[in-house]
């Protein structure tokens, strides 16, 4: 079955958590979907049973998107037949640790997939969209990339580097009706955020509480639509008052 008017929505990082989020809520409304992974085939397939079941088509991509190799060779199979409409990049990693004592592979596993994997997924993906003259990427950000964290400097780093690729890159594509722009979520209530003294963190929060996934899913669907045409290189935070 089509999606909306037959476009296709990217989502990166797309088993659990935010992703899977805002994979259900596209389907949802209506969008096929290009799902992509690294390893959990059971969370993966659980998000694809969901979504086929909302009557809209699913493929399920399984590679790293920090090595370029894998990406390219999947991405450039599905891009033969299929341009998507929507690109969400919202993969990521955290290895924490205070600069001083972070090991090299802490730094490059999140800087890696950050931004070697915006990189190459965006990059033969905004190719396509270029030839079609359309097409909406969105960045998912953090909160951190904005204000920094203490034991963070590697996933802030790589947070921030998507809002600066966010702008430069809506500046390059924009005459082609193409727009990119950054969402900057708070402490979202996911698996990410569950090891985490969470009592602590609200104190900091001026609303009192964490978010939840639907509010970012939400955002990325109005900037997936014809509502959000006349914006791009925005960065839009939600984040519960923590930073302004």
């Known amino acids: 079955m089509s999606g909306v008017l037959g476009k296709t929505v990217c989502i990166t990082g797309a088993s659990r958590g935010l992703g899977k989020a805002m994979a259900l809520l596209c389907a949802d409304a209506g969008y096929d979907l290009w799902l992509t992974y690294q390893s959990n085939d059971v969370k993966a397939k659980e998000v694809e049973s969901e979504v086929l079941s909302k009557g809209v088509d699913c493929r399920l991509m399984k590679?790293?998107?920090?090595d370029s190799e894998s990406t390219q060779a999947c991405l450039s199979e599905a891009l033969k037949t299929t341009t998507p409409w929507g690109l969400i990049n919202n993969a990521g990693v955290t290895q924490d640790g205070l600069f001083?004592?972070?090991?090299?592979?802490?730094?490059?596993?999140?800087?890696?997939?950050?931004?070697?994997?915006?990189?190459?997924?965006?990059?033969?993906?905004?190719?396509?969209?270029?030839?079609?003259?359309?097409?909406?990427?969105?960045?998912i950000s953090s909160v951190v990339g904005l204000s920094g964290n203490p034991g963070q400097v590697n996933y802030a780093s790589a947070k921030a580097g998507l809002i600066g690729a966010t702008k430069a890159l809506a500046l390059e594509v924009a005459r082609r009706n193409i727009t990119v722009n950054c969402i900057a979520p708070g402490f979202i209530s996911t698996e990410m955020t569950e090891g985490l003294n969470q009592e602590d963190i609200i104190?900091?929060?001026?609303?009192?509480?964490?978010?939840?996934?639907?509010?970012?899913?939400?955002?990325?669907?109005?900037?997936?639509?014809?509502?959000?045409?006349?914006?791009t290189g925005q960065v839009l935070s939600v984040n519960g008052g923590i930073y302004m």
């Open 63 to 66: 590679f790293d998107i920090s």
């Open 100 to 139: 001083v004592r972070m090991k090299p592979e802490q730094w490059d596993r999140v800087v890696n997939t950050g931004l070697q994997g915006f990189f190459n997924v965006t990059q033969p993906i905004v190719t396509a969209m270029l030839k079609q003259k359309q097409g909406r990427v969105i960045n």
């Open 203 to 231: 104190k900091q929060i001026p609303l009192g509480r964490l978010g939840e996934p639907h509010h970012i899913a939400e955002l990325a669907l109005f900037m997936l639509s014809s509502k959000s045409d006349y914006m």
